[in-house]
């Protein structure tokens, strides 16, 4: 308990430099959390129309009952697969009227149903990649009774290339965010130690350990990252509700992300504070 | 206790600060470090007090040696050995009795001995009635007596003054000096550095150890400081003054050819 009754001691003694340093970590850190925000409603959107991949496979008007049942139930058990759906002749020709209402008066007069039966497969979340529906599509091509396999290929890779380029942009902005905050909290512990040099002088003159000297700083650097991190939040918080108001609706961030970013800011500022540490005191008992 | 063994301290700006000095200071002894400025004597509190190690030679303080010592094992060193400075280094924004507290505090002692401590303390150097007053408010003189009371809070083997009344005026001085001498009759070693002649006069009786250039030229009490082992490498070379005394003319000729020995 000394460190962190000693580290807010520290914090409180100096409130304009405490404060300016929380407001830094946690203007960070907002910037962070804003990032987190959009990341997170962009992979919510994406997640959205990633369920719409599926791959289609079209039936040749051969097959009979027992061929479909097995086609089906094989490609069912692939480890990828979530669902497989069969739709009809009839089914398929109800979907495109109602779907292309422009030619609705002309399906009826139809004497043959020219479209296909086909199976309408959908694969399990996280295996909806480019790599996996393409093998996957074309393992379902090699049956003797499918016609034709569509998937959208451009589709499935075009959000997968956004989730990338998303991923990507998170990880620079957000580690040069992290750098910018580290460095904040370092300088902000060096003053620290600067401004108890002559406390640190007398504690090393009557033989207190280098431990019991250094634990005070990581404390301050612990608890500038989590109260900046809090801020953090709030502010993310403020931004979340004012986006979901006036702009659009927008999904808040999960706990799990809260929970990781207050930690993190902590760990950041214990990183950093342990940085200055080993800069300003290597000298601590040294002969 | 202390034993400085052929000890030559060699700093790469300022040059040699001390050259094969050796000798030895037993347990509950009183010794005067004196000299000229820039003759060494902080060089050699700062030895005993292990903030810098010799460029050659061994310094030993009890148990610890300067050759093997462990950075870890410094700590522990620091606690028996009290240093005293002259600028007094108390923290201005605590009162006497929470500098004093603040050594027992970061030295891991609980708090229901430090305030019964800090009291025997203030009430030892006679500042009972000021525990609550901040440095700002405290004389020159009470100011040491509290830095005395905190360097005493580790219960140290030994006590190093350097120059303790350098900026105190006469009366405070022979104050303080008291102090030391009273706390050395109680079974505390006391090296104090100092040039106040008149201090050296007014005490002949005890030890002096004198240093010129970095050179040990002189050592009072060489013969009763040798070691009951029987090793007189630190004593044999010394040229003892027929009355063991320092003359009257010690600051000015401190280092005067009728007892300078032959350099160590």
Known sequence: MRPFREAVISLVRRPVLAALSVTAIGLSLFILGLFGLTAHNISRALAAVEEKVE???????????????LVRSEIGAFPEVQSVEYVSKTEALYNASRELAEFSD???????????????????????????VGTVAARISG?????????????????????RIAGGTALIVGGSFALVAMLLVGTTVRMSIHARSSEIAIMENVGATAGFIQRPFLAEGLISGL?????????????????????????WLPDLWIVAGIVGGGVLGMLAAGRSVRRELKGLYAI | ??????????????????????????????????GPSGAGKTTVLRLVHMEVAPTEGEVIISRFSSTRIRRREIPQLRRRVG??????????????????????????????????????????????????????ELSGGERQRVA???????????????EPTGNLDERASLGVFELFKQLNSLGTAVILAT??????????????????????VYDSGAAAARPPDGDSDDSSIFELMPDGLPRDDTAKQPSGSKRAGPAP
Do not use: C
């Not at chain 1, 289609?56 to 008007?61: I, N, T």
């Not at chain 2, 040699?16 to 470090?33: C, G, I, Q």
């Open chain 1, 106 to 132: 002309v399906f009826p007069d139809v004497e043959v149903n020219p479209l296909p039966a086909s199976l309408e497969i959908r694969l399990l979340p996280g295996r909806r990649d480019p790599h996996t």
């Open chain 2, 1 to 34: 206790m202390i034993r400085f063994r052929n000890v030559t301290k060699h700093y790469p700006r300022s040059g040699t600060a001390l050259a094969n000095v050796s000798f030895h200071v037993r347990k509950a002894e009183f010794v005067f470090l004196t």
């Open chain 2, 148 to 162: 005395i009371a905190r360097a005493l809070a580790t219960d140290p083997l030994v006590l190093l003054a350097d």
């Open chain 1, 143 to 163: 049956y003797e009774f499918i016609d034709e396999v569509r998937f959208g290929r451009e589709w499935v890779n075009r959000i997968h290339t956004l989730r």
């Open chain 1, 55 to 69: 791959i289609v496979a079209y039936l040749r008007d051969e097959i009979d009952e027992a061929q479909l049942r």
């Open chain 2, 195 to 216: 040039h106040d002649a008149t201090l050296l006069r007014r005490y002949p009786e005890t030890r002096v150890l004198e240093l010129e250039g970095g050179r040990l």
């Open chain 2, 83 to 136: 240093f005293v400075f002259q600028d007094f280094r108390l923290l201005e924004r605590l009162t006497a009795a929470e500098n004093i507290a603040f050594a027992l505090q970061v030295t891991g002692a609980n708090r229901s001995t430090t305030r019964s401590k800090v009291m025997r303390l203030l009430d030892h150097v006679g500042l009972a009635a000021r525990a609550s007053a901040y440095p700002a």
């Open chain 1, 227 to 251: 109260a900046g991190g809090a801020l953090a939040l709030a502010l993310t918080f403020v931004a979340y509700r004012l986006l979901d108001r006036t702009v659009m609706a927008v999904l």
